[in-house]
């Protein structure tokens, strides 16, 4: 076998189409050994000789694409100083682009033994864990463009890769729980109808299934538990693991791209899936544990852990903040991505312990050509001590709203005192983002999402039920600001029935008309449960699949098409009218270069009056409406005129009583009713093309709101 020197940039193995340059990085190997793996079981090694700045590198002629390898690392096993290496582990390449196989769990695949934690296990791990994979990097992308769709027209839908596809009975069964089924056209449809301009999916770099859960016979179906930054998860390709993932997954994002429809990837660098002390070492452990994780000043054995998986990533490490910043670059420049959402952000911001907004990775991204210029959304807290952040990241930052998705909930099933936060959620929480410059588009917001109930299981149950878990039912948030209407899970009583549908559509509604970025949690448009199971983590099987309603079943009034049709017509009135997502927050004050005299918000009690600040602070009132002025908004006409919006009236409802409102005199003379949820009424798809007609309501009459009920009422501009 031929071994020229090769070069020791790029990290990972690069194939040019001759043969492969591999490269890979450690301070503490006194010696690595590249292992090309063959089918038959066996493996060739070859020395990596050649060293730049610790990183070990060489280029083999004639090494093609679908090639299996991985590293052996010889250096100190030490745990008291920090050092894990052990040369019986087949170690992946923190930089494959893809990866072949899965675990085959037992003590081999441990860098230490069972019965001696202290001691170096020297089993050979390589018949029982995965490879990395040579890609060959070619891929004809023809015209595709990133459709670079602004926040203020951004509709997210928060989707699993194989729980959004694997029961669609559209799709034939060989690509169903796949990248190519996200590709189906009648995916894609669903979407496009919906009006979702930006597929946000859950994990989609190669993780593994922890040992734990499978022994229990589960499976980390969530998928936050990476092992391959730069790899598409391989489990979700049809077409098999030797680099048939990377092109099917870049088949998904042309496809979704040619539809308009952005791709967001829910990224985990936070933590890998080596865990604590006690875990397996499958890459970077073994490659250089003190380099690439955070340990205990206190005892170098053990881990310090913001995220509750066992470790978190070394922020202040060059090597790490490389790492993470090529996989970005990557999936931006390679795979076409639009952006990011980062799990567990707070933890990427403690360069040292606390969390710091000025740390050195939110500069890189800030300086950053390529990554800069994608949708960059924070999950903004973790577990560690100050984890809490939200409202408190850099102005390139949007963040997934905590505080928006609390209140909501809190306002709709009737807590006392949350008028004025609501106020405050609803027209995108100036009080977490403007004094930073930063604006309403700041604010992602939503009332559910893959962590915690589904939509209906938030109208359905007031515990959680996860004892499929394994757990016994101690797992997964016990407080989650849900109410069941009365009656705890499914029933049949028709009254609960119907109130569930109606807090269903106050949720869908409320999300629509706020300021900011709203984000659907998938299945949620017909009603999806999961029986009451708020951490569904571990759940590969019916309970998190997205059962897609029958034709039948989207004939009633139980969910299904009456919700979805709903939901599609409050996304169509959000799109249509600039006034609900607008780029500034609102000032209270008269409207700019306009002859309108009313401002351009303004609060009412029920009466009709303008709010007091007892109103505000009332441990009861639960109702009160809002002027939106469509003056305040405008945007170019197909001649590049501007255009004003029309003004809205939205009146809402939280109390279990019916209440009569008033419609303000001074707002405008005649006013149409086009969304009332008490009655499943919204203006519809089928309604485009003509003005909605909906009731007429002159200035000084009332409207009579259902109890727990909203109703939108639209002036033309």
Known sequence: MQVWPGQAYPLGATHDGAGTNFAVYSEAARRIELCLLHDDGSESRVELREADAFVRHAYLPGVMPGQRYGFRVHGPYAPDRGHRCNSAKLLLDPYARAMSGSIDWGESVYGYRFDRPDSPNELDSAPHTMASVVVDPSFDWGDDRPPRIDYHRTVMYEAHVKGLTM?????????????????????????????????????????????????????NYWGYNTIGFFAPHNAYASRGDRGEQVTEFKEAVRALHRAGIEVILDVVYNHTAEGNELGPTLSFRGLDNASYYRLAEEDRRLYTDTTGTGNSLLMRSPHVLQLIMDSLRYWVTEMHVDGFRFDL????????????????????VQQDPVVSQVKLIAEP?????????????PPLWTEWNGKYRDCVRDLWRGEPRTLAEFASRLTGSSDLYQNDGRRPLASVNFATCHDGFTLRDLVSYDEKHNESNGESNRDGESHNRSWNCGVEGETDDPRVRELRMRQMRNFIATLMLSQGVPMLSHGDEFGRTQGGNNNAYCQDNEVSWVRWPTPGEMEGDDG?????????????????????????????????????????????????????QRDWQSRHTRALSVFLNGNSVSEPGPRGERIRDDSFLLMFNAGPGEVDFGVPVSHGPLWRIIVDTARARAVSLEELDEL????????????????????????PA
Do not use: C
């Not at 301009?197 to 734990?212: A, G, K, N, S, Y």
């Open 692 to 715: 909605a007609e909906g009731e007429k309501v002159a200035a000084g009459e009332r409207v009579t709101l259902a109890g727990r009920s909203l109703v939108v009422l639209r002036r």
């Open 560 to 612: 299904g098409e009456s919700l979805l049709s709903f939901t599609r017509a409050m996304v169509w009135l959000r799109r249509e009218h600039p006034v609900f997502r607008r780029r500034r927050f609102f000032r209270g004050g008269p409207v700019d270069d306009s002859q309108d005299e009313l401002t351009d918000i303004a609060w009412f009690n029920p009466a009709g009056e303008q709010m007091t």
């Open 167 to 219: 029961l669609h009975p559209e799709l034939p069964p060989e690509v169903r729980g796949t990248y190519a089924g996200l590709a189906h056209p009648a995916v894609i449809s669903h979407l496009t109808e919906l009006g979702v301009t930006t597929l946000e999916l859950m994990p989609v770099h190669q993780f593994i299934h922890d040992h734990r859960l499978v022994d229990a016979g589960l499976n």
């Open 345 to 364: 952000a707070a933890t990427l911001a403690r360069q040292f312990h606390e969390v710091d907004r000025l740390s050195s990775f939110f500069d890189l």
């Open 381 to 393: 807290w973790d577990l560690g001590e100050g984890g809490y952040q939200v409202g408190n990241f």
